[in-house]
């Protein structure tokens, strides 16, 4: 809402989409079924993390201090967190605080992908190009973030100059 203004969200919603061209209220209704849609897998997801983990937790069997567990539960986390960013993403396009495409936001998931790639990778089966490899694409997602932000951090400035 608006400070000073009783504006709901829906009357906002409804006055935008008035306003709005064809093209624009099909870019709208696409961003609010792909957040319902990711939504749902991430509740779901977060329904079977629980369902297959307590159970064995409480009952002694699954000793998440186990590397293997470890790095198994942790990976089934990191892709909540990630598909949560993911539909982070598509709401603010839903609620028209964003262009469709943010490039930060992709890099930012996709360095939250390779994140967790390093955390469930099995270092005993996996090459040294791989891990190489994985550590350039980090490193050089990393670079691009970082100018990006910082680009962004000067269009700020000079906004406020």
């Not at 009952?59 to 567990?69: A, K, R, W």
């Not at 605080?97 to 099995?122: E, H, N, P, S, W």
């Amino acid at each position: 809402m608006k400070e000073g203004t009783s504006e709901t969200a829906v009357s906002r919603f409804r006055r935008e989409w008035s306003a709005m061209g064809f093209y624009e209220r099909f870019e709208q209704l696409v961003a609010l079924a792909l957040g319902l849609f990711i939504a749902v897998i991430i509740v779901l997801s977060l329904v079977r993390l629980f369902m297959s983990t307590l159970p064995l937790l409480f009952g002694g069997i699954l000793d998440p201090l186990t590397p293997q567990v470890f790095t198994n539960l942790f990976g089934m986390i990191m892709t909540v967190l990630i598909a949560m960013e993911f539909k982070h993403s598509i709401i603010r396009v839903a609620l028209r605080k964003d262009g469709i495409i943010q490039v930060k936001t992709v890099i930012l998931i996709a360095l939250l992908a390779i994140g967790r790639k390093f955390i469930i990778l099995d270092t005993a089966k996996t090459g040294a190009g791989t891990i190489a490899a994985l550590a350039g694409a980090l490193l050089a997602l990393g670079v691009v973030y970082w100018l990006m932000r910082e680009r962004d951090d000067h269009e700020r400035e000079l906004g406020k100059a």
